[in-house]
């Protein structure tokens, strides 16, 4: 550890972790679960989602870059076979059923968004008078 002046004195490190080492005995993990998500709901409202997203990129970028794909092909295994152990196989079929439907559902969407801008063009086109 760091030099000591004198006998018996800690350093910042020595006396932060020794402090937080008496609140979780005291307090439990419930406290900084509490103030962890009060923190976050502030940064939240002070900085928005999108810091959230920017700092998750760049951690995952950083972790690509130490770790390699592999990585993240191994942990994902690894809770596939988590979620497939505790939910079972059945809900990778409803969730599947879902996704499908919803991604029909936004097709359906695009194809009427599509056609509704074709007949708005259609008809702003026979409105235009005639140029000779």
Same mark, same amino acid.
């Given at each position: 550890m760091a030099d000591k002046d004198n006998k018996g004195s800690m350093t910042v490190a020595e006396a932060g972790r020794k402090g937080g080492e008496t609140?979780?005995?005291e307090r439990g993990r419930e406290f900084y679960e509490t103030i962890g998500r009060k923190g976050g709901a502030t940064v939240k409202a002070e900085r928005g989602r999108a810091f959230y997203e920017e700092i998750g990129r760049k951690g995952g970028e950083t972790v #690509?870059?130490? @770790?390699g794909r592999a990585f993240y092909e191994e942990i994902g295994k690894k809770g596939g076979d988590r979620v497939k152990a505790t939910r079972g196989p059945g809900f990778y079929e409803e969730i599947? @059923? #879902?996704?499908g439907q919803k991604v029909k559902r936004l097709i359906e969407e695009g194809k009427r968004?599509? #056609?509704a801008a074709l007949d708005k063009a259609a008809l702003d086109k026979a409105s235009e008078p005639v140029k000779e």
């Open positions: 609140v979780r005995n #690509k870059a130490e @770790r599947g @059923r #879902k996704g968004a599509a #056609k």
